[in-house]
């Protein structure tokens, strides 16, 4: 009952500063963008049929100058669906799903702009000055913790459930409603398969949350172990954006896949996906993960709980 | 301490302390910034913290509500310990340490609201009667940074007192106030110890300040607790010495003329006139003698700075005692 007061506190304070408004509006805008741009190149009036065809040919006379063997794979998967779409009468592209599935691509948006105000939640109230009103109070040190945790995670769940539903939204206005029970298409071991459209938005949904559970997480850590704002958010930004160039860099070195960052991005595992680096599986991803999860917890628990809040 | 049982034949002594602090002390690193730390808080008195910014009045208050824990000494809040008890003990107390910091991105209304729901059992009506009291109803809608710093100290008040406190305590509360504002707290003050049996600790680097506001005066120094006053106001001042001010034509005239009376009655002399340390027998005397000397008298009044007296003191025997220390 207090946990759930403190939660809804939290909430008032973030929606009380036009920040995680702006954060809103630009995700908003964000999926309009590539719509409207579309909507522009939309002059082609050609028979999808033949713009398959037109594809495919394009792509098998690509496939005997290509050297590479994952990039010729990658050709025969994407003629085999073209195929698919023809023999099945599967218009590509044309229903919601595929612009949820498109604009989905926005995500780490909402990782960034979670990562901004989780790093801001401790470290705001420490520069502010307001930490200390926060624990004279008859609460204990971890349960106001615990509700800033809930509440940036909180926050996070907003901005993906405002991107799925926005991308939806815009996807039936163009599409309308007739395309939603079209199926998802993928390859695997050379044969294609379907599967429904809604599942594999909502895995891939589901899997980028346990991306943002995690750096929620990591740039709540920093928050609570930095006293000031800029440092915090600067810190957890740049380390969030880095992630992958480190992977790329490190990438000749073994260890590298035990790193968070190679890790945390779990829907590269999805139907059709491929391991980052050799070695890595998911359920490997999803232990190394937890163990990170673990101790950047540990770590903002224990700063939180001891920490003196002397004079400034 | 020797003070603090003092304090306690003067205050009724069946009362029970609602807060006590025992042998408190606070290092970082080798530097002692709060040093064996002893002191009583009953119902209904306001107590003052006096000593020159830097003495280690906030890192006392701090300590009282377990922001910072004290390297040595216990704290007990209506009886509970804030190390071991926290909730219980900070259920009894609303506090200001230093500025009341409110989140500025909110409206009053909405911060009160925040502090509310962070203890059980406060209402809304009871956020509508702390905004009356403290005369916030026309701007609380507003956000707090169009305030004005004696608005924020009053929302800061506000908010203390949301949740009926046992225990009192104000740092500085004074600041950035108007002297009709802190007039007003002053009273408001004095009327929740009387009537609530709220004890009250407010701290101050100023005299006049706490000598209007407090019951009893902790002059602190360098940490430590010199010793504790009792302020009675300008009743019972002691008879024998009353600090007078005479305001004559000519001061070093009448100075020396009040001085041929009694070598003891020493005074300070600026351009308006001269005060002087003299029992009130002497009062008259004094008038005859500058009346003689042809010094034309203006005024004569009456000074209370007993308290200033005390401080002084108090604060240069503890400075003759770290000399023969250091000896």
Partial sequence: ?????????????????????????????AVMLPVFASFVNQDDPAPWRDQLEQENAGFRTAIDTVESEPERQRLEERIAINEYRLSHDIPPYQSPWAIVNELSFLIPMVALFTAITAAEAVAGEFAGGTI????????????????????????????????????????????????????????????????????????????????????????????????????????????????????????????????????????????????????????????????????????????????EVAAF | MVAGQNERVTLNGCRTPIVELK??????????????????????????????????KTTVIRMMVGLVPPSEGEVFVGGCNIRTQRSQALRHVGVIVENPEMYKYMSGYKNLLHFARMIPGITKQRIQEVTKLVGLEDRIHDKVKTYSLGMRQRLGVAQALLHNPSVLILDEPTNGLDPAGIRDLRDYLKRLARDNGTAVIVSSHMLSEMELMCDRVAIIQQGALLEI???????????????????????????????????????RIDSNGFTSIVPKDSI???????????????????RYTSLEDKFLAATRRNSHHADAFAH
């Fill in chain 1, 132 to 307: 200390k009103m926060l624990l004279t109070r008859p609460v204990s040190r971890w349960k106001v913790l615990l509700s800033k945790y809930f509440g940036s995670l909180f926050f996070s769940a907003i901005l993906l459930a405002i991107l799925f539903l926005s991308s939806l939204t815009i996807g039936v206005a163009r599409h309308g409603f007739a395309g939603l029970s079209d199926p998802y298409l993928f390859v695997v071991d050379g044969s294609v398969q379907e599967r429904s459209m809604l599942l594999h938005c909502l895995q891939l949904y589901a899997l980028k949350s346990v991306h943002l559970l995690v750096i929620v997480t990591f740039a709540f850590m920093i928050s609570t172990v930095f006293r000031g704002v800029n440092l915090a958010i600067v810190t957890t930004v740049i380390l969030l954006l880095s992630g992958d160039l480190i992977v790329f860099m490190l990438s000749d070195y073994p260890w590298v896949k035990y790193l968070f960052f190679a890790n945390a991005d779990l829907s590269q595992y999805m139907a059709g996906g491929e391991a980052a680096l050799p070695g890595m599986s998911l359920p490997f991803s999803v232990a190394v993960l937890a163990v990170y999860y673990v101790i950047f917890m540990t770590i903002s628990w224990a700063v939180f709980t001891k920490r």
């Fill in chain 2, 23 to 56: 042998n408190l002390s606070k290092r970082y690193g080798g530097r002692e910034i709060v040093r064996d730390f002893s002191l009583e808080v009953f119902p209904g008195e306001i107590l003052g913290f006096l000593g020159p910014n830097g003495a280690g």
């Fill in chain 1, 1 to 29: 009952m207090l946990m759930l007061s403190l939660i809804r506190n939290e909430n008032m304070k973030m929606f009380s500063r036009p920040r995680s408004w702006i954060f809103i509006l630009l995700i908003l805008a």
């Fill in chain 2, 229 to 267: 006053q009792s302020v009675t106001g300008g009743q019972d001042v002691n008879r024998d010495r009353l600090e007078m001010y005479f305001e004559v034509d000519r001061p070093s005239d009448g100075a020396e003329a009040a001085l041929r009376l009694s070598p003891e009655f020493v005074g």
């Fill in chain 2, 284 to 302: 008259p005397e004094i008038a005859e003698a500058l009346v003689q000397a042809g010094v034309k008298i203006y005024s004569i009044s009456e």
